[in-house]
């Protein structure tokens, strides 16, 4: 685990979804959720693992299993990241990792799931970015059955060629270059990608790459001469409250309760740069079974809920979620020069 982690690190409302647990665990839990993110570039079989633990020690809480979800997504284990995710929404009810989940799906040969993802009621109460974020996996899951003019419909939205929220859509750019390529309409494959590349200035593509340029640098904020530069420091502690709880126990002559302790080998083990590769790797189904202690039955009514959906879906009940997306739609188009208008 990276030196100084405190697992204070967290965001405010991740802290409030871990006061269900101990004072300990939540920490523990925490810290290997902090580490996660910090070597998710850098070493990413490392922060699988700590995802992993932290999932162990933390199964019922809902963000720790997205988390993990997330993770397993990011590193091609389907089932493992379907079954997480799908668990995580049943526990919070958030239903903007379902474009995640119909990928999965998609990633484990079953477009047709995907198909029936979009077309169902939880799909058609998403947000106007997660409703696109769907309509690609969606369209991909055409393309997956070989029906790419079909794909290419789906995607012929009007957050294609108008900002949303004040933003282009260049995911939505890239994965529409990308069929048009397949439906060899090389030209204008090139073009939309070369609008990618040039709107793209926060990485969210490799349009740049894939042209063989480097990406538009962010512009930096200007800095006025004598500006005084303040450092503030957040002075919340989401364990305030649980230490003071701990101080009037003590002194009612109540020892507090270490739950995390008799993990403390186990964490050593899971998270030991020697020992990282073998855990990472190990993504059966019984060494996931053990992600949450007590949680047997909810994952295994996740993994009936897999194995009970139905098969196929008609190719336009995926448009629910299409006018969701197109209704927060604002008239106009891209301006982005001569390339735009050949687009």
Do not use: N
């Amino acid at each position: 685990m990276p030196e100084g982690i405190t697992g204070r690190e967290l965001d405010k409302e991740t802290h409030e979804e871990l006061r269900g647990l101990s004072k300990e665990t939540a920490e523990r839990v925490g810290r290997h959720l902090v580490s996660a993110h910090l070597l998710e570039d850098t070493d990413p079989e490392t922060a699988l693992a700590h995802a992993r633990f932290a999932a162990r020690l933390g199964g019922r809480v809902g963000i720790v299993r997205e988390v993990y979800g997330i993770f397993a997504y990011h590193a091609g284990d389907y089932r493992t990241a379907s079954r997480e995710l799908r668990t995580a929404m049943r526990i919070t009810g958030r239903t903007d990792v379902l474009p995640m989940i119909a990928d999965c799906e998609r990633g484990l040969g079953r477009p047709e799931r995907a198909l029936d993802i979009a077309a169902s009621e939880e799909a058609a109460a998403l947000g106007v970015e997660s409703a696109i974020e769907l309509m690609m996996v969606v369209a991909g899951a055409y393309a997956d059955t070989g029906d790419v003019q079909t794909a290419l419909r789906t995607l012929e939205i009007p957050a294609l060629r108008h900002k949303i929220d004040g933003r282009w859509q260049v995911r939505l750019w890239v994965a529409y270059a990308d069929l048009l390529e397949r439906a060899d309409r090389e030209d204008e494959a090139r073009r939309w990608m070369t609008l990618a590349a040039d709107a793209d200035t926060e990485g969210l593509t490799d349009a740049a790459e894939r042209l063989g340029r480097p990406a538009p640098a962010p512009a930096e904020a200007p800095v006025l001469e004598g500006d005084e530069q303040i450092s503030v420091l957040d002075a919340f502690d989401p364990y305030a409250q649980d230490e003071q709880d701990g101080a009037d126990d003590a002194e009612d002559g109540d020892a507090p309760v270490d739950a995390g302790a008799d993990a403390d080998a186990v964490e050593t083990d899971d998270v030991d740069g020697t020992d990282d590769a073998a855990e990472a790797a190990d993504d059966t189904e019984d060494d996931d079974a053990e992600v949450a202690e007590g949680d047997d039955a909810e994952v295994a009514e996740s993994g009936a809920a897999e194995d009970t959906e139905g098969d196929g879906a008609e190719a336009g009940d995926a448009t629910v979620t299409a006018e969701s997306a197109d209704a927060a739609d604002d008239p106009g188009a891209p301006e982005s020069g001569t390339r735009e208008e050949s687009a």
